[in-house]
């Protein structure tokens, strides 16, 4: 990976729990969930993954996905930036409803809400900035 690549990994941080992003290892990339990202959460990269393009120059991050529960429901936020080195700007905020443990209900069918702008700056938000944009983006949906 070159240097300003290695720059622009070394500055995120899971929006989550603040821990840095790495390659997500192959165990979990064989859990499909995570088959369209590279990089992610060293912690736990459900939380936030990224499709990472380094070996374009300039690098680009096209892909970023973070993963929130509240009380009732999962809240699965996919931010497209690029496609293929293109600008594509899209976010979609899938919710899914859950039980206590977090596992999501698969007799409710899940709703997505989709807008052509970049909803997050994932560089500048915790978890409660997260679930409180996602409640007032979606009242007027
Ligand atoms: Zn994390």
């Given at each position: 990976m070159?240097k300003?690549?290695k720059l ?5 941080r899971?929006?989550?729990c603040n821990?840095q992003?790495?390659l ?12 369209e990202h590279?990089f992610g959460?060293v912690?736990?990269?459900e939380h936030y993954s990224i499709?990472?393009n ?16 509240d ?5 699965n936020i996919?931010?497209n930036?690029?496609?293929?080195g293109?600008?594509?700007?899209k976010?979609t905020i899938k ?5 206590k ?10 709703k997505?809400y ?5 909803l997050f ?7 409660n900035?997260?679930i409180n944009?996602?409640?007032?983006v979606?009242?007027?949906q």
């Amino acid at each position: 990976m070159n240097k300003e690549a290695k720059l622009i990994l070394n500055s995120l941080r899971c929006p989550l729990c603040n821990s840095q992003i790495d390659l997500i290892d192959w165990f979990s990339l064989l859990n499909k969930k995570y088959k369209e990202h590279n990089f992610g959460c060293v912690v736990n990269p459900e939380h936030y993954s990224i499709y990472f393009n380094h070996w374009e120059d300039p690098p680009k991050i096209e892909n970023e996905r973070v993963i929130v529960y509240d009380e009732l429901n999962q809240y699965n936020i996919d931010q497209n930036t690029f496609i293929i080195g293109h600008p594509w700007i899209k976010s979609t905020i899938k919710v899914s409803k859950v039980d206590k443990e977090n596992r999501v209900l698969d007799n409710i069918k899940p709703k997505t809400y989709t807008f052509e702008i970049q909803l997050f700056d994932f560089k500048s938000v915790n978890r409660n900035k997260i679930i409180n944009k996602v409640k007032t983006v979606l009242i007027f949906q």
